[in-house]
């Protein structure tokens, strides 16, 4: 027990001068961000008028509004830049500071999730692959652009997905929250955060099934309680939005969503073989999130991939899988990657019109 003590000690020590630095280094980028002027435009503009109407009589219901007359789900991203925005002042600049705290959060849990269930090592290397997720650097971390601000938080609700997938129930409080965020945020997040759900909440209830103790013989935590605080949760962050729709009726933003999304008279999707040009760019031995740039079509904007990509990471998944599937954590790890690169897939087909670069950088977390 004495032996063990001071290797605690150092690991609780390490673990302090990280959170110093992180702490020392965002506040440094806040004061930064506030002492700079800004003038925002276009959609950034609009995403502040929004966020000065909460509180008010005229306290958004719903998200950003898009050019194809319906809304974004939810108004959480409006709810969660209102709180540094109020808190500094009102300035333009107190939303970016916004963007950080939501993208320092996600890079958090992150991290911590990583090394809870796999170790330092793998935290580690997690923290490598975000800081190439990043690659815009500051530009890409305080940006509170809707598209943008909730990719991170997608990633997060990715592994909080592996983590329910291993009977870490506490995990689904994250990953509602992330996942509500993004999915308010943007309607395109909504598949890859549908399927990662799926397959994690499937492999939960199949292990959990199979067997009441983990690996080492604990007993494993009973779901219950998460499960009901999830639920409760989900409902408080989707109140404004189902308040709207049964307060509208058939002219609600949901209904909107839904007839846009299935009816055939606008303009055509961009198919799955398009898509995969795309996406398994993501995955081939030199892919847009190690790059930090994406083939852009300069008469659309809209993103051009690879005319056949070899997505090596994608062998590399498949066969690590196979010879790891008696280990539950890399079996989990694989199945919630390989849904998301089916989901990312989907989501990039079913895009109306060109896929803008900013439509699709989410799947740069695939």
Not at 102 to 127: C, E, H
Not at 293 to 298: G, K, L
Not at 332 to 357: D, M
Request: hydrophobic share 55%.
């Amino acid at each position: 027990m004495t032996s063990e003590a001071p290797s605690a000690r150092r690991r609780v020590d390490t673990l302090g001068v990280l959170v110093v630095i992180g702490l020392v280094l965002l506040t440094a980028v806040v004061v930064h961000l506030l002492t700079r002027e800004r003038r925002p435009i276009a959609d950034h503009a609009l995403i502040e008028m929004r966020v000065r109407d909460v509180g008010s009589a005229d306290t958004p219901t719903l998200g950003v509004y898009s050019r194809y007359d319906w809304n974004h789900p939810g108004p959480l991203l409006f709810y969660a830049l209102a709180v540094p925005y109020r808190l500094l002042g009102s300035s333009s600049s107190a939303l970016l500071v916004g963007a950080v705290v939501v993208n320092a959060a996600a890079f958090a849990f992150v991290l911590a999730a990583v090394r809870r269930t796999a170790g330092d090592a793998s935290a580690l290397a997690a923290a490598v692959v975000l800081r190439l997720c990043v690659r815009g650097g500051a530009a890409a971390l305080i940006d509170p652009w809707n598209p943008l601000i909730a990719v991170l938080p997608l990633l997060a609700v990715c592994i909080a997905a592996w983590e329910v997938s291993l009977g870490r129930w506490r995990s689904l409080v994250a990953a509602v929250v992330f996942g509500s965020f993004a999915a308010q945020a943007h309607i395109g997040f909504a598949v890859p955060l549908l399927g990662v759900g799926v397959v994690a909440g499937g492999l939960a209830l199949v292990w959990g099934r199979a067997e009441r103790t983990g690996a080492d013989g604990a007993s494993r935590p009973s779901p219950v309680r998460p499960l009901l605080v999830a639920t409760g949760l989900a409902f408080v962050l989707w109140a404004a939005p189902i308040g709207q729709q049964l307060a509208a009726g058939s002219g609600g933003n949901v209904g909107r969503l839904l007839r846009f999304f299935t009816a055939d008279e606008h303009e055509s999707t961009y198919g799955l073989a398009a898509a995969w040009r795309v996406g398994g760019q993501q995955l081939s031995a030199w892919p847009s999130w190690i790059s930090g740039s994406a083939e852009i079509n300069p008469f659309d904007g809209a993103q051009r991939g690879d005319a056949r990509p070899l997505p090596l990471a994608l062998l590399v998944l498949v066969v690590v899988s196979v010879l790891r599937r008696r280990d539950r954590v890399a079996v989990a790890a694989g199945a919630v990657a390989g849904a998301a690169v089916v989901a990312a897939i989907v989501a990039v087909a079913r895009i109306t019109g060109p896929p803008y670069w900013y439509i699709t950088r989410w799947v740069w977390v695939v």
